[in-house]
């Protein structure tokens, strides 16, 4: 590199100023946004500048849910909506964005047959809980944020926190350069990002966020709590025929195709005009390294149960997301010198009521209320370096908050599945759990590993045969992919970052990783983005490629690799999935 392409890598950032800046543009931090400038416009003096950065190209692209809401945050935000019914009941949301539950079962599933199972009252959802595209309700949460006074920036990555001179605290944050070719050398499009210094950095990146990664681990959030533990959701869209239709309708599957020691279920939401959403969710903490979720929810797709309603419809949207399953036990301390962490960031999940996004709104809520508090103290002289805000009342209001009680109720569930007895019998303890005991058992019930260390060597396994798609109800990797709409430039330097990038760590890679589990990122990895490719030369041999422009940004990659030599980083800004109706 020349003298003159490091000058122009290392020039100064230009820098602007905030009073808060929320990285995310997901529910949590959308909620934080709308809230706190609803508290500074009816109780302050209407001009805390707050700024949201959003790395999809739109508010909404990078958004993948089930989705079955709760409207009790929303309500919470938007107390006087104008789309509450004349008894002042409802969601408050338009419409035409959302599908109030009318009928719904849960099923155990066989080979060719179902069998109903008794519905826990935490995932009941009949006549009370709406369905919805999340990508659309962000949408339009987000056109409420900017008539509020909140300034919204899609398509910018934030890729490293600011700190002040000693690190004790974090002053802002830097969006990412681009315009970097993969040989790290700037480009003629080059620009360097930018610098947002603020009294307040909110954290709502959603499950394993890269920055909340680093504030956890720079601030020890950890201490004291479980291990995170993660789900993989796959998630497809489809337009059905209308005899196949049934407005309202939700389905909860357990059972096949998952083995007894897999946990996970499927899900069949029915919602708008003859739109279906259906997936299927497997924990991260599997051990079978041949298990491959994208073709474990072909499968499921497979079943009659499924069959019969995308029979002769026509799939219009797919993707894949992380989510967070370790519950109350492995929410990280909720604050740190100069910023905090809503939404998955965090991980406020309820895993037996399959939902997080009334959680995540709530928080969000919680965040502006001890923000705008802490802005407008009148003792509190803020100076980046002596006297950050210190948002401890922020964890103090969760913990007193329906949130916590919610998650303390149900504590033990997720866990009860990682026995001895495995899905049998955390279905059997979370019957009890979820219909007698309510959480008032003295005893809680912990996640002592991490997901990648739970992988078992491939050598303790037979390869998994899975059958091939039929273009219909099936579908190869690769024909799902393109309906993400995902798009990486092929000359960007490589987001998804090896060790050193170098040679040596994809040969040590391949020595740790394949030589064991056999090639268990090519079968996780729900976009293809991971091959091993045999050397034609010497079939002793493979090199490890990774195709990061297929990337639709799941992060599964960053949690279950057993090596945990893949870290995910942003790429830049606009870049990913642009999924719709998700």
Sequence with gaps: MSEEEQEILLSERAIDEADVCIVGGGPAGLATAIKLKQLDNEQGNGELRIVLLEKASEIGAHTLSGAVIEPRSLRELFPD????????????????????????????????????????????????????????????????????????????SVSELIYNDDKSAIKGIATKDVGISKSGLPKDSFERGMEFHSKLTVLAEGCHGSLSKKAISNFNLRQNKDHQTYGIGIKEVWEVKPQNFKKGYVAHTLGYPLSNDTYGGGFMYHFDDNLVTLGLVIGLDYKNPYISPYQEFQQMKSHPFYTQILKDGNCISYGARALNEGGLQSIPKLYFPGGLLVGCAAGFVNVPKIKGTHTAIKSGILAAESIFKSLNDPNKNYDPETSPFILDDYEKAFNNSWVYEELYEVRNVRPSFNTFLGNFGGMIYSGLETMLLRGCESWTFHHHHSDASETRPASEYKPINYPKS????????????????????????????????????????????????????????????????????????????????????????????????????????GDGPKYVLT
């Design 81 to 156: 909506s104008e789309f509450y019914d004349e008894n002042g009941e409802g969601i408050p949301l338009p419409p035409d964005l959302v599908t109030l539950v009318n009928d719904e079962h849960f099923y155990f599933l066989m080979d060719e047959s179902k069998y109903p199972i008794p519905e826990p009252p935490q995932i009941q959802n009949k006549n009370k809980n709406y369905i919805v595209s999340l990508n659309q309700v962000n949408k339009y949460l987000s056109e409420v944020a900017e008539e509020l006074g909140v300034e919204i920036y899609p398509g910018i």
């Design 470 to 573: 039929d273009g219909k109800i099936t579908f190869d990797l690769l024909e799902s992919v393109s309906r993400t709409g995902t798009y990486h430039d092929e000359d960007e330097k490589s987001h998804l970052r090896l060790g050193d990038a170098s040679k040596q760590a994809f040969e040590n890679h391949v020595k740790q990783s394949f030589e064991k589990y056999k090639g268990i990122e090519n079968k996780f990895c729900p976009a293809g983005v991971y091959e091993y490719i045999q050397d034609e030369s010497d079939k002793t041999k493979v090199e490890f490629q990774i195709n990061s422009q297929n990337c639709i940004h799941c992060k599964t990659c960053d949690i279950k690799t057993p090596a945990q030599d893949i870290n995910w980083t942003v790429p830049e800004g």
